[in-house]
């Protein structure tokens, strides 16, 4: 038998450990090896500041940041004698994404995920990207980026993770359409009336995914979908008329490709955050993970309906957006960024949040283009000005 070669570790970075996606990520890892195999040059959090130092010593990484420039001291002193560097604020953060390392977990919600994440892309480490927003606000940037700095690219939301694994890749001419499955949110069956009267408290109960606060909020008014169709046109290259999004309230179908010959390839799978970013820390290897397996007896049936987007607006939105180009996703993306804080704090109804996105865009649309990062930061800037003024407007 052969000795087996010495090898080094595969070196993962993590942007946003301590939320939904990166404790998730942590837990594969653990999974595939931990510290046996992975070496983590650098991971984030934010206000948890326990939670990341705790995560720190258990990786041995060499760096921890928190995005909260208040918190220095707080995580200096909670790694205290581990000999793991402590930084904090937005600089450190960047300098987190630009450590050397072969893969980056992009696992910030919102646009601050964007900076550190391009610092990282910058460097030439393979993006497994979860922070959508990068792509929603700037996609066009973020793909120049990719290619100029030569890492793969690799989804992690699950749509996409799944449409990226039927994506037959000497076959992208040949892409009819891609279908987006959607479980519909706990307010499928709501009428308007009912959907106006909804708390936050319930639009964050997710029939079937274990998410963090405001992207389980997106998924109930479909902004998470929306969010996913334009994250769709920039990783894969498609028009914006050969994005569908359909209602599958199992989500076992992940999402779907359609081809010119009428097939149609799926990905299947339980609803299970790990096994897209198991997917995406193994590739181009399949790892063996611990998600449950399909039992299809079991499964009864899988349904399917057309959305509704006289209540889900949020998909219309999208397609305007990307009509529209150029910076409109940002905006969409700012303008619902407020929305949705106003929804969650109580100042608007649910239904609220569509009519000043959609407002916020009309305003916006002005033909703008991203040249640099600066007027991605611009446009979404002012997409949360013109959102705060119709919020003060309507309070
Ligand atoms: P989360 O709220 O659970 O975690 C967010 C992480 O980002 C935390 O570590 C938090 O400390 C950090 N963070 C928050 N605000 C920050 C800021 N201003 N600066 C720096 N760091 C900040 O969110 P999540 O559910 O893990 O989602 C992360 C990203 O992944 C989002 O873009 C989301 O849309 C996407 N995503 C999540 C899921 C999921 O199942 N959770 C699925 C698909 C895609
Ligand atoms: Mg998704």
Redesign the pocket.
């Known amino acids: 038998m052969n000795s087996s070669p010495v090898t080094r570790k595969r070196r993962i970075s993590i942007l946003?450990?301590?939320?939904?996606?990166?404790r998730n990520t942590l837990d594969v890892m653990t999974h595939l090896g931990g510290r046996d195999v992975f070496e983590v040059p650098a991971i984030?959090?934010?206000?948890?500041i326990g939670l990341l130092a705790a995560q720190a010593r258990q990786t041995s990484a060499q760096f921890a940041v928190t995005?909260d420039p208040g918190r220095y001291d707080d995580l200096k002193s909670a790694l205290a004698g581990s000999g793991i560097e402590a930084g904090a604020g937005p600089s450190a953060?960047i300098e987190a994404g630009a450590r050397e390392t072969d893969l980056l977990m992009a696992?910030?919600?919102?646009i601050?995920?964007l900076a550190p994440t391009l610092a990282a892309v910058a460097n030439g480490a393979d993006i497994a990207l979860?922070?959508?927003?990068c792509l929603v606000s700037a996609g066009d940037l973020f793909h120049q980026a990719i290619t100029k700095g030569g890492g793969k690219l690799l989804p992690?939301?699950?749509e996409h993770n799944a449409i990226f694994q039927v994506l037959e890749q000497d076959q992208r001419h040949a892409v009819d359409r891609i279908i987006l499955t959607a479980s519909g949110g706990p307010f499928r069956n709501f009428s308007r009336e009912q959907m106006a009267a909804v708390t936050p408290e319930t639009a964050a109960a997710h029939p079937n995914?274990s998410?963090?606060?405001?992207?389980s909020i997106d998924s109930a008014s479909m902004f998470n979908k929306a969010l996913e169709m334009i994250e769709a046109r920039h990783l894969f290259g498609m028009r914006p008329d050969q994005i569908e999004v359909i209602v599958h309230p199992q989500s076992i179908i992940h999402s779907m490709v359609g081809y010119t010959d009428g097939s149609v390839l799926a990905q299947l799978g339980a609803p299970d955050?790990r096994h897209a970013i198991g997917y995406a820390i193994a590739h181009p290897r399949r790892a063996s993970l611990p998600v449950e397996r399909l039992d299809f007896a079991r499964l009864a049936q899988l349904e399917f309906y057309a959305p509704d987007e006289t209540r889900f607006p949020a998909l219309g939105l999208a397609r305007t957006a990307m009509q529209r180009g150029g910076l409109q996703g940002a905006v969409l993306n700012g303008a619902k960024e407020i929305a949705l804080e106003a929804f969650i704090a109580g100042q608007i109804g649910f239904l609220d949040m569509a009519d000043i996105v959609a407002e916020a865009m009309d305003r916006l649309d002005d033909g703008r283009t991203a040249h640099t990062i600066e007027d991605v930061y611009a446009a979404d800037r002012d997409a949360r000005d013109v959102a705060s003024s119709l919020l003060r407007k309507s309070a």
């Open positions: 946003g450990a301590t939320g939904s996606i990166g984030t959090g934010m206000g948890n995005a953060l696992g910030i919600v919102g601050a995920g979860a922070n959508k927003e992690v939301d699950s995914w998410m963090g606060l405001k992207i955050m």
